[in-house]
């Protein structure tokens, strides 16, 4: 499936068959969501990273069978069409962003997403405590989404981010690798 | 010293507790305790109109004057956040009645409603914490005050300035 | 047109969900080894069963009355649908995936998503193909009542299976609805009309 393709099926999946919600309603719940973390773990970010992404994971094992039945997509070719599908179709649909898809490795297996708007991080500014600057991931749900969404449908895959604007990074970049295709698993032998 | 600028802005919590306090210009100046005076006294101001406003207009006007030379502008928000906007007049001791009349009704309206909206940004943080964050729970971000400075000094008289601060709760929806 | 069961199988080759309409008179599996000659397709346990020749009935290991217990039937299901899907691919590439088979006393339907979610349906030989039916179940019952539902776990280890009362009644009024009654001819032809359109959207009165 082509980029452009990609974007119509986003464009007129989100049009249609998707129950819109308040932004700030999702921008407030996942921003106190980030918060009590921070408060339940006393300022300890590379744990709260770590509890958003497997909270995201969670929601990826999920959030995949909806965006199927939704999107009524069928396997994606390679890994670059996975990319194209996540960006102008998944995250079209779930939060109507399309961030871009850039900076493919050569062996296309790596690339990034670049996120130009961020819905869930609207109005936040980072506790200004020299710390949460440099280790908290305020979005990293978003890679756990992603990672338990692409096992679902046999990519074992690594995302992180590498920059935040919140963080005072030029751009909030993500970046996924594939880690491996995962092989249908075989019934549990009999006698 | 002729056209009437902002020369103080303040943000009072619902406890009556200092927000923020803003003087223009920014540089730390004697005149800083002067408007900290000058705001507390609004407060009285806002306790003894309170009963007589039923319209729930958050609109204060103007709250007193001094001198022919300061005036105290107020705005109430629903949730109890004053919101104090000192106007110099730029007449100086004798500029007379002409320099006291300087800012027509209602004419803050934009400066009031930008500085609401920044403060509907600052407690959307997720990481704001009302009277916390120490030093008596003044407001430490520094978007915040940065808003705060832009729209203080952007304000002129008749120019509408101060505004165009993007409105919460204008966005698009996500699914 | 008879519905008899229905399965869902996960990723991890686990039977989620079992659902059996025509539970105690299933004419599909033959009562006797006579009948096991009729059919094409002999299922595996068939071939062991009826090494135990006409008596199967008396001496069949597992089940009461010749018959299987639910969960070796879902083994056996599960046996057929993954054979013949890795057959089908070897054969004619990975996108591909067969959509039915038929035997002299069934039919097996086949659905499978990207997930690795296997769904199946068996009816009677008559039945017209229903894959767009499951597709039907995965979409409307298994995503909106089982999926979103945050207290339905998403991995079944050791067989738990889904226990949505929703789904589970959903599913039945669904399957109900699509299984005309036999005098009702004219509401057969609608079915296949409205089937042609992707609903499936049919009133017994």
Known sequence: MSATKAARVGEDVWKTRIDKVNAELVTLTYGSIVAQLCRDFEGDYLEVNKQLEKMGYNIGLRLIEDFLAKTNMGK????????????????????NITPTVTNWTTDNKQFSLIFEENPLADFVE????????????????LCGVLRGALEMVQMQVDAHFVGDILRGNEVTEMRVTLVRIIDDELPPGED | MSTPRIACIALISRNNSPLHLHPFPSSPSPATLKYHFLTHATLDVFAARLPLKFNGDSD????????????????????????????????????????????????????????????????????????????????????????????GEGWAPGGGGGAGAGAVGERGVVG | MTIYSFYIFDRHCECIYVKQWHQRDRSFRPTSSASTVDSPVTLSSDQRSSTSSKLQN??????????LSVQDDAKLVFGVVFSLRNMVRKL?????SFISYRTGSYKLHYYETATNLKFVLLTDVKMNNLK??????????????????????????GGEGVAVELFEMGLDSFIVNLRPHPPL?????????????????IKVS
């Open chain 3, 92 to 96: 004619s590439g990975p996108d591909d």
């Open chain 2, 60 to 151: 204060f006007g103007l709250l007193y004057s001094i001198d022919e030379e300061l005036a105290a502008y107020g705005w109430l928000t629903n949730t109890g956040v004053k919101i104090v906007v000192i106007i110099d007049l730029g007449g100086g001791g004798g500029g007379g009645s002409a320099a006291g009349l300087g800012v027509k009704d209602g004419e803050l309206k934009g400066v009031f409603r930008a500085l609401q909206t920044a403060y509907i940004r600052l407690v959307c943080n997720p990481f704001y914490e009302e009277g916390g964050g120490g030093a008596g729970g003044v407001v430490r971000s520094r978007r915040f005050v940065e808003e705060v400075r832009r729209i």
């Open chain 1, 126 to 141: 980072l506790p200004d405590d020299g710390r949460a600057q440099n280790e908290l991931w305020y979005s990293n749900m």
């Open chain 1, 76 to 95: 994606c070719a390679n890994f670059r069409e996975t990319a194209e599908t996540i960006a102008k179709v998944g995250f079209k649909v779930f939060l």
């Open chain 3, 132 to 157: 767009v039916v499951l597709h039907q179940i995965y979409v409307n019952l298994y995503v909106e009542f089982v999926t979103k539902n945050p207290l339905s776990p998403i991995e079944h280890p």
């Open chain 3, 58 to 67: 008396d001496v069949h290991p597992t089940g009461r009355g010749g018959r």
């Open chain 3, 185 to 201: 001819r004219r509401i057969q032809t609608n079915l296949v009309l409205n089937r042609e359109q992707y609903r499936i959207d």
